[in-house]
């Protein structure tokens, strides 16, 4: 089967740095991707691992573990417009989990 | 980069009515596109996965001839929710990507659909 979990609700402060965190169990894979979605749209491309380590670009970073299948996703010098659901998946076909809301405070 | 057009943004209708989304590639060839649904405050569920000129793939629980696809060519695919109920009232998205599993997804904008 497969199964993706990540906390369901985080909330920080403007400026702060946030880390979410994300597990997975799946028969197949090809890579992690993580996704940010505002209310109402249509999820954007954030981030892509698929050999252990951290990947950044700019402001957010990612960091995937095979072995124990775990990923996290890291956004520093937080912003307003961070506020969001972040949604990591799993490729070969691309199952997402549930989303982690975002709140982002001043 | 890569887009995928969406169409239409929203919808509403009657019960009872079929309603038809059409997503396009605008500017790659996609042999491959994928249509998930997302209720409120939950996550993307994946519907089907759409391949060009043959017989889309159905996630368990989704029934195929009630959500049909037609994939006729690299850049259209469409889907049709027929006899559509309250209960169908969600957020359909489309997605495709460039060169297949290993690649980003890049998504419609997505259809609001709202069954009266």
């Known amino acids: 089967g497969q199964n993706i979990d990540q906390p369901t609700e985080m909330t920080a402060t403007e400026g702060a740095i946030v880390q979410i965190n994300c597990t997975y169990q799946?028969?197949?894979?090809?890579?992690l991707f993580w996704y940010q979605q505002h209310a109402g749209e249509a999820p954007t491309f954030l981030s892509y691992?698929?050999?252990?380590g951290l990947e950044e670009k700019g402001r957010f970073s990612s960091f995937l573990s095979r072995s124990k299948g775990y990923s996290y996703l890291l956004l520093k010098e937080l912003q307003m417009k961070d506020s969001a659901s972040y949604l990591c998946?799993?490729?070969?076909?691309?199952?997402f989990g549930a989303g982690t809301r975002l709140a982002v405070h001043p | 980069g890569a887009v995928v057009s969406q169409h239409p943004s929203w919808v509403i209708c009657k019960s009872g009515t079929s309603v038809k989304i059409e997503c396009r590639s605008l500017?790659?060839?996609?042999?491959?596109m994928f249509w998930y649904r997302q209720f409120p405050k939950q996550s993307l569920m994946l519907m089907a996965t759409?391949?060009?000129?043959?017989?889309?793939?159905?996630e368990q629980g989704v029934e195929k001839d009630k959500f049909l696809i037609n994939h006729a060519s690299l850049t259209l695919s469409t889907l049709t929710v027929t006899s559509a109920h309250p209960e169908d009232s969600s957020f359909y998205i489309c997605?495709?990507?460039?060169?297949?599993?290993?690649?980003?997804?890049?998504f419609g904008n997505g259809t609001r659909l709202t069954v009266t």
């Open positions: 500017d790659f060839q996609a042999t491959t």
């Open positions: 998946a799993v490729s070969h076909k691309l199952i």
């Open positions: 799946t028969s197949g894979f090809n890579g």
């Open positions: 997605s495709a990507s460039l060169t297949g599993n290993n690649s980003p997804l890049h």
């Open positions: 759409s391949n060009e000129g043959s017989k889309a793939t159905y």
């Open positions: 691992n698929v050999l252990d």
